[in-house]
């Protein structure tokens, strides 16, 4: 499939599915602008979309051409015939190239973003992902794209670092680092957003205040070589769970101190010492929690099999 199997929509269509980019239709933003609740009226039926519109950016650096080239590797990538049925990706309705113009339209029913649900949920740069009404995640932006579809990305060498501050691994980057473990700590830091309820803001950049995996380090070194004031057996487990989510019913203190530890482990300094994402899965359905909601996830399977792993 090429850009030309998808609908080609002009800039003057998507004002109209986004009531001319109103406030009201503001989803959120990404890295390199913004996400936008759209609709296609048509013969009496209503058509929900995602529309993402780029812009040149105000806090990462910008190439010309860099947005054209990502619209492109994004038509690409979401016609790769394994990736069109993938349930944890958008799927590509038409695209918008018209001068300086640039956006997508995904079908899709968008809810809200991760980033704007932590504070809400009891601001994550994980502008990235978009929720539909049943919280599905959905990936929604491919800044980072290499490996896989794309084998060869000999164009990020010439790229500066473009991904959410305090999400990717820059040194592992800079170091020509594509591994797996490059998205390990994307996880990490993603989950440790979570379930601290902290979110790096624009704000905290200008200031040059700390990431939130540097938050959650520092806690945990602190936890393990700052105190001797209390010994081991009275000691709690370690977590940096937010207040509010360990004061929820049904809470378990150890499935706060996992997911913790997990997060940390993910950000580790070197990446040999990270786990890998099949051993953050049989962690996962190890917790409580999932094992207590596991007919809901349709996780019953797994959870066998991973209990049954040696």
């Not at 998205?183 to 704000?203: C, H, N, P, Q």
Request: aromatic share 12%; glycine share 8%; hydrophobic share 35%.
């Amino acid at each position: 499939m090429t850009a030309g199997d998808y609908v080609q929509l002009s800039y003057k269509e998507l004002e109209c599915y986004t009531d001319s980019f109103s406030e009201r239709s503001y989803l959120g933003h990404f890295q390199f602008g913004k996400l936008y609740h759209g609709k296609i009226n048509c013969l009496g039926w209503t058509q929900h979309v995602l529309v993402k519109i780029w812009e040149v950016p105000e806090i990462y650096n910008y190439f010309d051409g860099d947005n054209e080239l990502r619209l492109i590797d994004e038509l690409i990538l979401l016609s790769h015939e394994k990736l069109t049925t993938h349930p944890g990706m958008v799927k590509l309705y038409g695209y918008c190239l018209e001068g300086d113009h640039l956006g997508v339209v995904y079908d899709f029913k968008p809810f809200d973003s991760v980033y704007n649900l932590i504070p809400k949920v009891r601001n994550l740069d994980a502008a990235h992902l978009v929720l539909d009404e049943d919280y599905n995640p959905k990936i929604c932006d491919f800044g980072l794209i290499t490996g896989g579809v794309f084998p060869n990305r000999t164009i990020f060498k010439h790229h500066h670092v473009i991904g959410c501050y305090g999400y990717i691994d820059s040194c592992a980057f800079y170091a020509g680092d594509f591994s797996d473990k490059i998205d390990v700590f994307g996880f990490g830091a993603i989950l440790l957003s979570l379930i601290m309820k902290r979110v790096y803001t624009e704000e905290e950049r200008l200031r040059s205040a700390p990431f939130v995996f540097k938050l959650a380090l520092n806690e945990y070194e602190e936890y393990e070589y700052g105190s001797e004031s209390e010994t081991e057996v009275n000691r709690p487990k370690f977590s940096v769970v937010h207040q509010s989510l360990a004061a929820e019913p049904g809470y378990c203190p150890d499935d706060g101190h996992k997911l913790s530890m997990m997060g940390v482990e993910c950000v580790i300094g070197l990446g040999s010492e990270r786990p890998n994402m099949k051993q953050i899965l049989n962690s996962m359905l190890k917790l409580n929690v999932v094992k207590e909601h596991a007919d809901y996830l349709g996780v019953n399977d797994a959870i066998r099999s991973c209990e049954n792993s040696p």
